[in-house]
């Protein structure tokens, strides 16, 4: 990512047991974090949802957000996982490799492995790992919060992601790209 640039959010959001889904993807203006640009996508899903294979039912609607995008993010933080995913291709690895562009996965729950607690202050960190495989960290993103799951999406190192995780968190749990796409979605 450079010192200055665009990052976005992206998130989905799909009523349970409906075909009915809708993906956003909010590009800012990156170090400042003003909003540039927000698509959004509404359409059906084709594919049931299956543990493990959330990807393939979410990809779709994000790829359709992304379509309708002017402006190309230099990277995308999504609200999911990367490389900690049972098959090594969470929705943020999938949506990066397609795309071409660098990811980050940051998820608010862990799917799977085990970490040690990070400090309570913000930035404190701790290794999350499944036996002798590194998933990710566990960041802590406001001091005294429940922390979230940051992973390697495509693209990115595991540094550089908790990195620009920390930057794009300014006020609340969740980094702003992410907390902004998941306001879309919701709306």
């Known amino acids: 990512m450079p010192r200055e640039g665009y990052v976005a959010g992206a998130d989905c959001s799909t009523k349970r047991g409906s075909r009915e889904g809708r993906g956003a993807i909010v590009v800012l203006r990156y170090p400042e974090l003003e909003v540039v640009e927000t698509a959004l996508y509404e359409g059906k899903v084709s594919m049931p949802y299956i543990p493990g294979l959330l990807s393939f039912r979410e990809?779709?609607?994000l790829l359709g957000a992304f379509e309708k995008?002017?402006?190309?993010?230099h990277v995308i933080i999504v609200d999911g996982n990367g490389v900690a995913h049972p098959r090594g291709l969470g929705i943020a690895s999938h949506l990066g490799i397609t795309l071409e562009i660098p990811t980050i996965g940051?998820?608010?729950s862990r799917l799977l492995g085990e970490h040690l607690e990070p400090g309570?202050?913000?930035g404190s960190t701790a290794v999350w790992t499944e036996g002798d495989r590194v998933l990710g960290?566990?960041?802590r993103t406001r001091s005294?919060?429940?922390p979230v799951y940051v992973s390697v999406g495509h693209l990115v190192s595991l540094e550089e992601a908790v990195r620009i995780t920390l930057a794009c968190t300014?006020?609340?749990r969740l980094p702003e790209p992410v907390r902004r796409a998941h306001m879309a979605v919701s709306g």
């Open 69 to 73: 995008l002017q402006t190309r993010p």
């Open 120 to 122: 309570e202050e913000k």
């Open 170 to 172: 300014i006020r609340y």
């Open 137 to 139: 960290k566990v960041v």
């Open 106 to 108: 940051c998820a608010k």
């Open 59 to 61: 990809l779709p609607l």
């Open 144 to 146: 005294g919060v429940k």
